[in-house]
Structure formats: C-alpha cells, structure tokens
C-alpha cells in the first residue's frame, strides 16, 4: 500500500505542475491517475474520508479531462 500512496502522492504534484503551466491533458491525466491511487489506499484502509474527497476528485478530473479534449 506504501507504494500506492507514494504514486498517488507523485501523480498528484506532477498533475498539479503539468496543469498549472498549460498542460492540460497531461496534468487531468496524471492528477486522474493519483485519485485512483489513493481511491485504493483508501478502499485498503477503509477510509471514508479519503475515499470521498478522491472520489470527488477523480470526477472533477474526468470532467477537466473531457474539457482538455473538446
């Protein structure tokens, strides 16, 4: 599970930067990537709060996915 978290973790802040310097569809997908990461640590853990907050968040960056697309 270790290496889940730290994919998720490394996902997350590569997706942050791709997205914050105008690659969208490269940062949607890596911060998409990090949500399923940490969506199973959070099943593993059964944690509801993460599990919540990722679900969320791999909504929101499926639909900023969608908008990099169209």
Do not use: C, D, E, Q
């Amino acid at each position: 599970m270790n290496r889940i978290s730290w994919f998720g973790t490394v996902s997350s802040v590569i997706g942050s930067f791709t997205v914050a310097f105008g690659f969208m569809l490269a940062g949607y997908t890596a911060f998409l990537m990090g949500a399923i990461a940490w969506l199973i640590v959070g099943a593993i853990g059964k944690n509801k709060p993460l599990i919540v907050l990722n679900g969320f968040f791999f909504v929101a960056n499926l639909v900023g996915l969608y908008n990099a697309i169209y």
